[in-house]
């Protein structure tokens, strides 16, 4: 069953956002501590947040027998997207920026993440098919999805899909990065109109 999320997934959102992202949301998080008593309760109130792309709003859940097994974040790129402050950006994201831009308009899986032991039971590719209802819905013509080249499964499934590598970027390793990934591999796949 995928359903929207609610306010209530947040915590789950947190866990499966930072294993899709191989510690990157984490060491963002970090960067964001004010106070807080947790890097989790940082990442787990961006994610109650009504806005933004990080937001229960743009995620969907995938449950198995009544357990959270995958969750998909994704939301439409904007058609013109403005790259004139990157230098601000911290140089881990400024691929990811620019691989964003290679796809504008788009309906973008920002995250798509399955709990280990729900994985190579279809549920990846029901978020997939999922994320496609969704662009339609909104008049996307196109998909896109940037994972790291190293992740060979998500790759077989993605190509699986209908979707094609169209560009690629180095990646820039962050302060606890904990994969040794080569490239950032962008992914567009066309909607049937």
Known sequence: MIRAATKQDASELVCL??????????????????????????????????????????????????????VLVGYRLDEDIDLSGIDQVPAAFRPLMELEAEAPG??????????????????GGALLDHADRTADDVGAGTMSIIFESE???????????????TAQRPRVAFEKDRTG???????VKELKV
């Open 151 to 165: 992740n060979h499964a998500a790759r077989r499934l993605y190509a699986s899909k209908g979707y094609s590598v």
């Open 106 to 123: 788009s309906w973008y899986v920002n995250v798509l993440a399955v709990h280990a032991e729900y994985r190579g039971k279809g549920i």
């Open 181 to 187: 990934s080569a490239e950032w591999l962008l992914m």
């Open 17 to 70: 956002i930072d294993c899709a992202g191989y510690g990157m949301p984490l060491d963002v998080w970090n960067s964001m501590l004010d106070g807080e008593a947790s890097v989790l309760e940082v990442g787990r109130k961006r994610a109650m947040r009504e806005e933004g792309g990080f937001s229960y709003r743009n995620a969907w859940i995938a449950e198995r027998d009544g357990a959270t097994a995958g």
